[in-house]
């Protein structure tokens, strides 16, 4: 059982940066794998980026690959997503998610647990 509250979203102009902070309860917070999930109006959740237990192995999407960096300090029980040179087409609201299985997969159907969503609105 973790309980996830993302922070950090807001409105941004397209070329800025936002980092995004998920912070988890429990004491049990290294045993998950963690990811970054997003959605936008109108579309389904895709997948944003994704970490290991460890931190050492990452992940993500093509459309933010060399823009945004996944990261995470199991020693304050959270996980980080820092985003650069955004654009328009990244606004969403974005979802921290917890992977109890250890699965590695980036589908939303591999991860367990599920916060409540930041909205990031980039204007142009």
């Known amino acids: 059982q973790v309980q996830l509250v993302e922070s950090g979203g807001g409105l941004v102009q397209a070329g800025g940066s936002l980092r995004l902070s998920c912070g988890a309860s429990?004491?049990?917070?290294?045993?998950?794998?963690m990811g970054w999930f997003r959605q936008a109006p109108g579309k389904e959740r895709g997948f944003v980026a994704r970490i290991s237990r460890n931190g050492i192995r990452t992940y993500y999407a093509d459309s933010v690959k060399g823009r945004f960096t996944i990261s995470r300090d199991n020693a304050k029980n959270t996980v980080y997503l820092q985003m650069n040179s955004l654009k328009p087409e990244d606004t969403a609201v974005y979802y921290c998610a917890a992977d109890q299985s250890q699965t590695g997969l980036t589908r939303e159907s591999a991860f367990d647990y599920w916060g409540q969503g930041t909205q990031v609105t980039v204007s142009s």
């Open positions: 429990g004491r049990t917070f290294s045993s998950y794998a």
